[in-house]
């Protein structure tokens, strides 16, 4: 188990629906692990872990009308002792128009440099994303919360020509610009001395996101992606 050199797809079919997809399995066996709350570099073009903003710093894509009405109603009934922002949020809302959206639509707003959602340090009610936080008072799975990319890091979907989808990491070159603004990615090695390395958890991704992986390619390929990664 370590962090992968290069990708490495092998296939699998959904025994449900059919669908076939391409899976870099050098990903799903390393040890990627979220450095959220300890020390992560972040998204901008300084290394910057003393915002503690991670990958929220430039709000959330929301894929579609209804996740969008889900996140939008989320922002105005969380519990303001857990949502920093929450009279910004009840004056002007939580969501702008985001042309650059692969899928159109909308995103959460960025306020004061990081997504409307995000906690500063030393907030009182924690700091990190609101909606996460709010979960887990409820008792509930922070991914049923939060706009489906955010659940979704390091992990990306690409729609294929042929039909089939692959299911791989984010790579420098998929941001804007092809990742030259970026300072760290975190799902590749570190491009200067000095800033950390994600490779560091315990577990395989296949089994630390299991849940996550699931919701995107079905239980039965989660399945066969952890019981291989367990026996690597």
Known sequence: MSSPQAERFEEFTDPVDGTRWRIDVA???SNWQCLWGNDCPGILDVAAPELAQGCCSAGAHLLGDEEAMLIEALGLTLDPARFENH???????VLREAPDNLDGGRATRVLNDACIFHNRPGFSGGQGCALYLAALDEGESPKDWRPTICWQVPIRVDENQD???TLRRWRRSDWGDGGAGLAWCCTEHPQSDGLPSAYVG???VAVSLRSEISGIVGPEIAQALHDRAIAT
């Open 27 to 29: 990903f799903a066996d």
């Open 87 to 93: 009279g910004e949020a009840a004056t002007n809302g």
């Open 163 to 165: 039909g089939t989808k």
């Open 202 to 204: 315990e577990l395989p």
